[in-house]
């Protein structure tokens, strides 16, 4: 074997600074790295902001807070009050003067209204009753209903705000409410419903879905009239006992922004029948006067009492009259219940509700003013409705009337109001009016004037259409109306602006301040109206800002923009920016170019653009000038000093003046220095416009691709037919992305709402400033970039040297060789950005334990690494080659989850996207509405995506609060159709007309077997499904046989229900803590195979971040103001006592493979289970960047303990419980202070804040208490300790300490094997990782053995660093283990250079710290023939004996089988030899065989070539390849026959717990022992002990033992055995009455392992070939002078050309110097001269390239010259200049003579070589002298030449390995 790790690439360390350096978060390695400057903390302080500010301004008087962005206003309730507000601040403004008690669940857009009733309440603002107002949060809006209903009840005036699926919820309790006459008014910001898709925007499908409830529904259609009308509804409903519903347009009334007259309080209360509340608390439930109500009616009475009612909405429209006209009269406002607006003498009147209504208004007065008699009916009392108001509302001369509804209802003779208004002229007989119906606006789809125009055309006509829609195009059933050109009625002197921006930039804030400014400051009017796209952080926003000396009444988008604003730069490339430009309107563009590159910059269609509309344009870098005055990319305050200087709305100069003002108000509380950077930056604003003159020439230009037609083809009725992903990204994903998504006519849509994946990956957002760049030499491999990437935008990519060929200079240069062994010798790799993907996030940044990543500017990152991303994506797929269950193999399976809408940094997202690199391939997915459905499926842009073969996730998303029964829904289907599938496969085998090829028999009897047996979905080595995997066996057997049965062909059509799909309910903690918990605990307590992953942010995340029962005590939360006085429900406890669920807690950003087994643990888990999964959030209040870091204190302080629980332990007699995180290390205090949702508290009442925090640190201690007990082997000896109070989690001292360093798990796996092993050996034990062990109880334990591992380049695994820190504490005195034993394992890659360096680290420390050193350090290596078992089951019996324990367990029972094997029959082998191909192997044909020695010659040295043209293999100067034995036929078929097995069976074996070889899933015995076992290796002494118990006779079963136990019998039976070289198959013939099984054969012999090969060729000359140079291993048995073979060599020997061998390329301690100029020496004796010759090969082929290369030394040594390999050719290189050869015979002469004597004779030349001239040593040979003896000669070569002692040569050759300048490559 090579003794490797001798040097690396990389330099002396790998490249690694210090680890303790590393992993600190200080600032000077984050300035190094380009993080911790606060560019990736904008978010957070834009959020922080807001919060602070709020609380600042507010004071302890009635005053009503107006939710501002970033400026939080305070308004006096005066009379006569002007504010700035929105819909819902102006509905919640009544609601909290008019109630007492409000119940709310949040749901979006009328959340706001519910969060400013509660902030008002927290502040103490009083009411109109003198009170403070009771919020109440329930856990979904069916808990708000009734509680609504139970406080109505109870004699309170009580409200709720809600919307969409919120209000169908409460239509139960409605009904109720309605029915007991109960007085509530709620306010609905209307919303539509989920259909085919989610749409959190406004129209009326949801309020129109209650109008049968009894409730009374009164409509407003401007921000005024919210304020209005809900107090008419209020006062309504308390006179008349009947509750009302006060809706108004969802976003466009609720979130438009105008300027409005406040109704104070005082006035307020002089409305109020106070007669009315008297009666309410009367007829309340009262014990004092008590009544029943909602009682149970028979069919006699309860028809009578439905109709009694009747009264309290008889004549209920006249008293709506009335209190408006109460209301007019204080107010002198006037909203008539029907009003109309147009000419008196209208013909043709259109008759609306809502927002529309305006916008109709506006463009009748307009058509009014150009003579058309035309006119708009708004109707505002929908419920009940008066025919009467509304035709005295009709002018007489009306002929035809056009209703509107904002709502759908299919299969229906029209939608509501439509159907009102035609009974209604049904009923007065006024069949001469014509009355027509149309759809507008859904899903807040704009409504325009131009639309309106298109209405009243449509009245005009001689047949207008009945039915219709406008605002889309129909080319489908033809339904709409064409839309003509922009109409423009606003009132002259409006200037309307329009802003571009990126998502949490501060544009909208500062969009809003200004608003407020203008409209407060001045005598304009103004109104605003913000657009946000779906990404969760970085998107596009628009902000739509009107101003005018006149009210301004336009409830629909800006189109012709006075003022236009681009903040970032790359939107001019991204989107169609002037579109909507008006002539001679200001363009200004936020960026860094000179006028001199907006040629090469800016669009051709945009210069044109502003050209032909003669615009003004102007330059900032406000991005520069922001970064000087310090604010970094805050640029909001800069560009709305533009925006003032540039607009005209209002003088500059007061502009400025109120503008400073508000800073100081704003950023007050952060200090001078902070205001002053905001005005400097104010300062240096305007000097920094640049006027750019617009060339005429431009107006002239040509558009590329503007001549294509749009004309999209019409289409009929169709089948559902779903698009590819490409055709869905041309032909909608771009329009939409370029904000032209209106323009989309409806056959773009698949009927129903069907997507396909993966349309993110064509965004290419390029959102992210800073960018992070990989440096390969760095680089550990580790692969945690990866898995911590919230967006899949940092990857490990795997490619052959083959396919680099053609990867771009940059990338091949960047590529390093994989290590890792298996596979990846063969590959190689690198770590690779997307650039435009990036969000800049820094988290790769920060968890890099190399500091490879750093951050860079992202402009010149994209022109660096795109084309690299983009040949990346071209490389295959290797995932199914490697071990998925292992965090370094997870992140090389392709995430199926990639690019979101996600916050950067998001925590959510690394959760999912590790869950889909794991199941992706045959996973579905039921996601709870919630943050993790609008980053995971917001239209046009789907992350989720498909692998190569067109496999990925199925997704779909129900409602917020069914998620669970929705997701046990899809499993109970697929189970029944996989049921259906097993019965028909079951007719087909037994009908015997059924002609199918016994391939497909096979595999169908497999699959029924399985079936029928139930057999879970059993996971094969690497992480594969077996079903899965028998699904693509059987599906081109189908495929190939369909035609031959019907049958057949049935399974054929049914092919996609072979496999077994991972079921998995996804959502976050507010669906499942709260409204969606009854359904979860329903589908755990069954016993259905279904995953539950609740992503927990603790937050409410999506509606923004709402109190819920997952919100921690303490914690500051809307709704908990003052912060949160209750625990958070533990619902893995919880879930925990239905015994029969899996559960786990987890954290990815702490413990990676700790969540890996979870998923994986769960998905296998035949039963339901629960993962519980931290996720980090912009909203717990922290600076995302820093969550790694966070989530460590999290875990540390034990606030979120990770776990894992598993029912099928406790069926094996183990312990179901495995705390993973077992000791709380970290202070809980500090954890809580960095979160601002904790901290806030602290601030605002350091003395509540203290009270709940010291109960949570109570809470989290005994909660952690708790489960340490749990973790306990003896759970009733310890719960009886726990009620006593004497629990402990300290050990005990009378045990072995079993300790354990892991990063991979295992290391772990391995100490816990241990300390099973030690119990069964009659001594006690317990096990934990060193870092959870307490640290002060070391001293106190007798005996401590450690097994570590090292991981990347020499670093200490991350569960034992905080151990190994303490331990290199210098207070520690020398003998402060010296009562303590101790032994050390290490684990590790001897092909890393650091090898096993953290198990050597901890050895010498507990040594130097005085512990008694058991036996020397035992060393497993990844490379040994089995992995790092070999050197394990060596080391374990000497642990044995220093123990004094007995080498065999006391309890002599043989394993548990960990394959199961079944017979399938026999003849024709289910797979060809040649098919039968071990991981990392690639097939390769020989070429070539021959001798290089004269024939009979003693010894055989062969050359072997093998062809690699075609191949996925290639390699480069210095690897070696590894060759795969078989074992003889002939040997093969002898040992079965021994052992009583039929060589001809075929075999089916499915690895179960515990199996270590790989193996095919079916092959036949022969194959199986001649293609995979090695049965003809070397057995070590766990194999004795496991044949023991197999055998039969008892001195067989004595003898074999003895091995095991070392006696002196043992012993010398041993060395007997080793001195023959005995294999297993001779053993079995030694013992024959041990006959084991099969399926205990797969674990007790390893699998046949390759040997590697120097190669001796260079791919420079020889590209298509590999060529081998190799020598006969062989050997005779002493005691039966039997000639044997070496496995490998034996092998190759026999295999003649054309024969396929099984072979793999590895990467060898060679490198070769970068400069060819460079000086090498190469030392080889015999066989050793292969690399040489490649290396000579290499630089023959550069002399003949016309390049300059350095000396070239070989010393060649070998017995006679007849060896001299290669000869021929070597001297033909002399000749050529390039080579000196140095050769030594030791045995042609008297006196032997070896390649050392040549080192020093050449000695002069050497020392020049390597010293003057910077050369490289190497050396290849046998392990047994030749490296020692050539040091020798080269220390000699030192000290004579540099005339130095031996120390200072041996330092001298010491720093050349160090330098990777002296290298050796030998075997042994």
Not at 596 to 615: G, T
Request: glycine share 8%; with cysteine; net charge negative.
């Amino acid at each position: 074997m090579a003794l490797r790790g001798q040097t690396t690439p990389f330099g002396p360390y790998g490249g690694l600074v210090p680890a303790e350096e590393r992993q600190s978060e200080n600032p000077e390695r984050l300035a190094a790295l380009g993080a911790g400057d606060g560019s990736a903390d904008v978010e957070y302080e834009q959020f922080l902001k807001a919060k602070e500010v709020q609380r600042a301004m507010f004071k302890a008087e009635n005053k009503t807070i107006v939710h501002q962005c970033a400026d939080t206003d305070m308004i006096q309730p005066n009379e006569g009050s002007i504010a700035c507000i929105d819909g819902n601040q102006a509905a919640a403004h009544v609601a909290y003067a008019l109630s007492d008690c409000a119940f709310i669940y949040p749901i979006t857009p009328s959340s706001p209204m519910g969060e400013m009733v509660d902030e008002w309440a927290a502040q103490g603002l009083i009411n109109c009753y003198g009170q403070k107002l009771s919020v109440t949060e329930m856990q979904s809006e069916a808990g708000a209903a009734g509680a609504l209903h139970g406080s109505l009840k109870a004699g309170a005036f009580s409200t709720t705000f809600t919307a969409s699926q919120g209000l169908l919820l409460m239509i139960p309790n409605m009904y109720k409410i309605a029915g007991e006459l109960l007085p509530c008014v709620m306010h609905v910001a209307a919303r539509a419903l989920a259909g085919q898709a989610l749409s959190i925007f406004g129209d009326h499908s949801d309020v129109m879905a209650c109008r049968a409830t009894g409730w009374a529904m009164l409509a407003s259609e401007s921000v005024e009239m919210v304020q209005y009308n809900a107090l008419v509804a209020h006062l309504v409903s308390m006179e008349r006992r009947v509750p009302v519903q006060h809706f108004f347009d969802g976003f466009r009334t609720s979130h438009e922004v105008n300027k409005v007259k406040l109704i104070d309080y005082n006035t307020m209360k002089q409305f109020i029948n106070w007669d009315a509340v008297k009666e309410h608390h009367e007829l309340a439930m009262n014990p004092r006067h008590p009544h029943v109500q909602g009682t149970s009616q028979g069919p006699d009475i309860f028809f009578q009492c439905v109709e009694a009612g009747n009264t309290f909405y008889d004549g209920l429209a006249d008293l709506f009259e009335a209190k408006s006209r109460l209301v007019e009269e204080k107010l002198g406002v006037h909203y008539a219940l029907y009003a109309y607006e147009g000419h008196p003498e209208a013909k043709h009147v259109i008759v609306v509700m809502g927002s529309g209504a305006v916008t109709c208004s506006e463009t009748a007065q307009y058509l009014q003013g150009k003579g058309q008699k035309v006119g708009v009916l708004k109707v505002r009392l929908f419920r009940p409705w008066s025919r009467e108001r509304f035709m005295a509302a009709l002018p007489k001369t009306t002929e035809r009337i056009c209703v509107l509804d904002r709502t759908k209802e299919p299969g229906s003779q029209g939608e509501p109001l439509l159907l009102e208004v035609s009974t209604t002229l049904q009923l007065l007989s006024r069949s001469d009016l014509v009355c027509i119906g149309g759809r507008y606006g859904l899903g807040s789809k704009e409504f325009t004037p131009n639309m309106v125009l298109s209405i009243y055309e449509n009245l005009a006509q001689d047949s207008p259409k009945p039915r219709f829609t406008v605002g889309i195009t129909d080319d489908v059933t033809k339904l709409s109306l064409p839309v003509g050109d922009w109409l423009d009625v606003l009132p002259k002197g409006t200037t309307e602006c329009m802003f571009y921006g990126l998502g949490s930039d501060g544009t909208v804030g500062a969009n809003k301040s200004a608003v407020k400014m203008i409209a407060l400051g001045t005598e304009l009017y103004a109104q605003a109206y913000f657009e946000y796209d779906a990404k969760k952080s970085g998107g596009v926003t628009i902000s739509h800002l009107r101003f005018g000396p006149k009210p301004i009444h336009a409830p629909y988008n800006v189109r012709s923009a006075d003022y236009l604003a681009v903040h970032k730069a790359s939107y001019v490339a991204n989107y169609d920016m002037t579109r909507y430009l008006k002539p001679n309107g200001v363009c200004v563009i936020n960026c860094s170019w000179a006028i001199q590159d907006l040629e090469a910059q800016l669009p051709a269609k945009m210069r044109r653009d502003l050209a032909v509309k003669k615009a003004k344009l102007f330059l900032i870098d406000a991005t520069a000038i922001g970064v000087k005055a310090g604010l970094g990319k805050r640029i909001n305050m800069i560009m709305q000093t533009v925006f003032f200087k540039l607009s005209g709305v209002m003088p500059f100069e007061a502009a400025i003046e109120m503008l400073k003002k508000s800073i100081k108000k704003m950023y007050g509380k952060k200090g001078d220095k902070v205001v002053q950077m905001n005005i400097d930056g104010v300062d240096a604003s305007v000097s920094g416009i640049v006027e750019v003159p617009v060339p005429d020439a431009w107006a002239s230009l040509s558009v590329p691709g503007e001549e294509r037609s749009v004309a999209v083809e019409s289409k009929g009725p169709r089948k559902i037919v779903d698009l590819a992903p490409k055709e869905f990204a041309d032909s909608v994903q771009f329009p939409c992305n370029n904000l032209d998504g209106n323009s989309l006519p409806v056959s773009s849509f698949v009927p129903g709402g069907r997507v396909p994946l993966g349309t993110s990956q064509f965004e290419k957002r390029g959102i992210a400033i800073n960018v992070p760049r990989v440096d390969m030499d760095l680089c550990t491999q580790c692969n945690k970039c990866s898995l911590i990437c919230p967006h899949a935008a940092v990857r490990p990519f795997l490619a052959t040297t083959q396919e680099l060929s053609k990867a771009p200079a940059d990338f091949r240069a960047g590529s390093r060789a994989a290590i890792g062994g298996g596979v990846l010798d063969s590959l190689q790799y690198r770590i690779q950005v997307s650039p435009l993907d990036c969000t800049g996030c820094e988290l790769c940044v920060r968890i890099c334990p190399a500091d490879a990543l750093k951050l860079a500017e992202a402009g010149k990152v994209v022109q660096e690494e795109k084309a690299n991303w983009d040949f990346a994506l071209t490389l295959p797929e290797r995932g199914d080659e490697l071990d998925k269950t292992t965090v370094k193999g997870s992140q090389f399976q392709k995430p199926f989850l990639e690019f979101s809408g996600a916050c950067e940094g998001c925590g959510e997202t690394p959760h999912v996207k590790l869950m889909t690199q794991l199941f992706g391939e045959r996973l579905v997915i039921a996601n709870a509405t919630g943050c993790s459905s609008i980053w995971g499926a917001s239209n046009p842009s789907f992350p989720y995506t498909v692998n190569s073969k067109g496999e990925g996730p199925a997704w779909a998303n129900s409602l917020f609060e069914d998620n669970a029964e929705f997701g046990f829904g899809m499993r109970k289907a697929f189970k029944q159709r996989r049921d259906y599938l097993a019965l028909q496969v079951e007719e087909t085998l037994g009908d015997k007309t059924v002609v199918m090829s016994e391939e497909l028999r096979s595999a169908l009897n497999q699959y029924l077997v399985m079936r029928k047996e139930n057999m879970h979905d059993l996971l094969l080595p690497r992480g594969r499904s077996i079903y899965h995997q028998m699904m693509e066996k059987l599906v081109p057997l189908l495929e190939k046989e369909k035609g031959t049965h019907a049958k057949i062909k049935n399974l054929h059509d049914l092919q996609d229900m072979f496999g077994r799909s991972s079921f998995w309910i996804v959502g976050g903690d507010g669906w499942a803590y709260d409204i969606g918990y009854g359904g979860l605990d329903h589908v755990i307590a069954s016993e259905e195979h279904v995953n539950i992953l609740v992503l927990d942010t603790e937050m409410y995340s999506n509606t923004g971040g709402q109190a819920s029962k997952a919100t921690p005590k303490g914690a500051m939360a809307k709704f908990a103001e003052g912060g949160k006085l209750t625990q958070k429900k533990d619902m893995g406890q919880l879930a925990m006592t239905y015994k029969n669920v899996y559960v786990a807690s987890i954290c990815v950003h702490v413990n990676p493979q700790q969540a890996v087994r979870a998923m994986i643990e769960a998905d296998a888990y035949a039963g339901p289970s629960l993962i519980l999964a931290y996720a980090p959030c912009i909203s717990q209040g922290y600076p995302m960047a820093e969550s790694i870091q966070h989530c460590q204190m999290a875990v540390d302080s034990g606030y979120w303990p990770l776990y894992r629980y598993n029912p099928d332990l406790a069926a094996q007699h183990n312990n179901p419980f495995q705390l993973d995180s077992k000791k709380i290390k970290g202070d809980l205090f500090k954890f809580l202070a960095k979160e601002n949702r904790f901290a806030a508290v602290m601030r605002r009442d350091p003395k509540i804040a203290q009270e709940l925090d010291d109960k949570l640190q109570q809470n989290v201690v005994q909660k952690n208490h708790l489960l340490q007990v749990l973790n306990k082997e003896d759970l009733d000896g310890q719960f009886s300790k726990l009620v006593e109070g004497l629990s402990d989690a300290s050990s005990t001292s009378d045990m072995v300490t079993v300790l354990y360093g892991s990063e991979t798990g295992n290391a772990e796996e391995q100490a816990k094997n241990l300390m099973q092993d030690i119990r069964a050996r009659g001594l006690k034990a317990q096990v934990s990782s060193l870092d959870d062990f307490d640290f002060e109880e070391l001293p106190n334990q007798k005996i401590v053995i450690l097994v570590v591992s090292t991981c990347g380049l020499g670093e200490i695994p991350a569960n034992c660093k905080q151990t190994w820190m303490k331990l290199q504490s210098q207070d520690l005195p020398m003998s402060w283990l010296s009562g303590t034993k101790f032994a050390v394992f290490g684990l590790g890659d001897s092909t890393y250079s650091q090898f096993c360096v953290a198990a050597i680290q901890f050895d010498t420390r507990f040594g130097e710290l005085g512990g008694q050193r058991m036996l020397p350090r035992g060393v497993g290596d990844d490379r040994d023939e089995d992995r790092y078992y070999t050197g394990w089951e060596a080391w374990l019996p000497e642990l044995w004996k220093a123990l004094g324990l007995p080498q065999m367990p006391l309890t002599q029972e043989a394993p548990a089988p960990c394959y199961r094997v079944d017979v399938s029959g026999t003849g024709k082998p289910p797979v060809s030899d040649d098919d039968i191909v071990p991981p990392g192997a690639s097939k390769l044909q020989l070429l070539h065989n021959s001798l290089l020695v004269p024939e009979k010659y003693d010894r055989d040295i062969r050359h072997y070539e093998f062809k690699i043209e075609g191949t996925p293999v290639s390699y480069k100067t210095g690897d070696s390849l590894a060759v795969w034995p078989r074992n003889p036929i002939d040997k093969v078929e002898e040992f079965c026959k021994m052992m009583g097995f039929d060589a001809t069976q075929n075999l089916r074996v499915l690895p179960q717990e515990g199996a270590r070889n790989w193996c095919p899933q079916e092959l036949s015995v022969r194959q199986l022992f001649s293609h995979v076992l090695d049965v003809f290796g070397k057995p070590n002494r766990k194999f004795f002990e496991t044949l023991s118990f197999f055998a039969k006779e008892e001195a067989d079963k004595k003898a074999l033992r003895s091995v095991v136990e070392n006696g002196s019998e043992g012993q010398a039976l041993y060395r007997d055995l080793t001195h023959d070289f005995a294999h297993h198959a001779d053993v079995f013939k030694k013992f024959p009455s041990a006959r084991p099984p099969i399926e205990q054969l797969l674990n007790m012999i390893p699998v046949l392992k390759p040997r590697s090969y120097s190669i001796a060729s260079s791919p420079m000359m020889h590209p298509e070939k590999i060529q081998l140079c190799v020598v006969l291993v062989d050997w005779t048995v002493e005691s039966t002078q039997e000639l044997r073979l070496g496995e490998a060599t034996g092998y190759m020997r026999q295999q003649q050309p054309g024969a396929t061998l099984m072979c793999a390329v590895r990467q060898s301690a060679i490198v070769l110097p970068k400069d060819p100029t460079k000086p090498v020496i190469m030392a080889g004796m015999g066989t050793g001269l292969a690399p040489w010759r490649a290396v000579t090969q290499e630089r023959i082929c550069q002399h003949r390239q016309g390049l300059k290369v350095g000396p070239c030394h070989l010393f060649f040594g070998a017995r006679y010259a007849a060896e001299y390999l290669y000869r021929d050719e070597f001297e033909g290189h002399v000749k050529e200049g390039v080579l000196s050869m140095h050769t030594a015979f030791s045995r042609e002469q008297a006196r032997k003579i070896y390649v050392q004597h040549k080192i020093v004779e050449a000695g002069k030349e050497v020392h020049e070589c390597m010293l003057q001239q910077e050369g490289h040593f190497y050396v290849c040979g046998s392990a047994r002298q030749v490296p020692e003896d050539i040091y020798t000669a080269m220390k000699e070569v030192m000290m004579a030449n540099e005339r130095v002692g031996e120390d200072d040569a041996e330092a001298i050759l010491s720093n050349l390995k160090m330098e990777g300048r002296y290298t050796v490559e030998a075997w042994s």
